[in-house]
């Protein structure tokens, strides 16, 4: 089975500087895909960006990019100039291909709080 | 477009109660799914669907039934409620293809007393 941690329960950035998320998991599989999603408190369950694991080429959406190191089993995302509209929970998914129920595995979160 | 619908919003139970969660898209995807959120413990799947007539179970489908007579909807049953199923439960669905992007509902947040 796989598993996803986030060891950042909580973090916080000052408004226009930069900050990483952590996220490391765990599995045997060669191929897979990572998410990482954004719940602000609206609740609302928003992709923020992805990575398929047989792309070298970390992804970039905007002022987000991640840092995909597939030895190490590593996924974390740096957001760039941050904006007090970043503030939320932000949590990392693993998702095996070809299964039948598509099932995410999420890590617990990190709630992110922009300073002004 | 609505997306996916989710009613309602919160809803309190007492323990031994039944309930439905409706969940309702409008965009003729044919994969519907029911997750869960826990505090500390991300969001977990609990019954699938891949089209009408057809579903699984996800990771902690105890408790839970669904069923799947139209595209559109896609219902989730708690026949007798337990404080263990206190949590926010979201309904998300997509497209075929693995990679197709995962839309979610905005959650209703059960409490069972």
């Known amino acids: 089975a796989q598993t996803v941690t986030q060891s950042q329960p909580e973090m916080s950035v000052q408004e226009a500087e930069t900050v990483t998320l952590s996220c490391t998991y765990d599995t045997s599989e060669s191929n897979y895909y990572l998410f990482w999603y954004k719940q602000p408190p609206s609740r609302q369950m928003i992709l923020v960006i992805r990575?398929?694991?047989?792309?070298?080429q970390n992804a970039t959406e905007n002022r987000f990019s991640v840092n995909f190191q597939k030895a190490a089993k590593s996924f974390s995302l740096k957001i760039s100039d941050s904006q007090l509209g970043d503030t939320a929970m932000y949590f990392c998914a693993f998702m095996k291909p070809y299964n039948a129920g598509n099932m995410l595995t999420f890590g617990g979160g990190t709630r992110l709080m922009v300073k002004p | 477009n609505a997306g996916v619908t989710q009613t309602p919003k919160f809803q309190v139970l007492k323990t031994g109660q039944s309930m439905t969660l409706q969940c309702a898209q409008d965009m003729n995807h044919e994969y519907m799914s029911w997750y869960r959120q826990d505090p500390g413990m991300g969001l977990r799947l609990i019954h699938y669907s891949v089209g009408a007539g057809i579903t699984d179970q996800g990771e902690v489908p105890n408790g839970y039934n669904v069923s799947r007579s139209t595209t559109e909807d896609f219902p989730l049953r708690l026949l007798s409620a337990a404080p263990s199923q206190t949590s926010v439960y979201f309904c998300a669905s997509k497209p075929q293809g693995t990679l197709a992007k995962l839309f979610f509902g905005s959650g209703t947040q059960l409490s069972v007393l």
């Open positions: 990575q398929e694991a047989y792309k070298q």
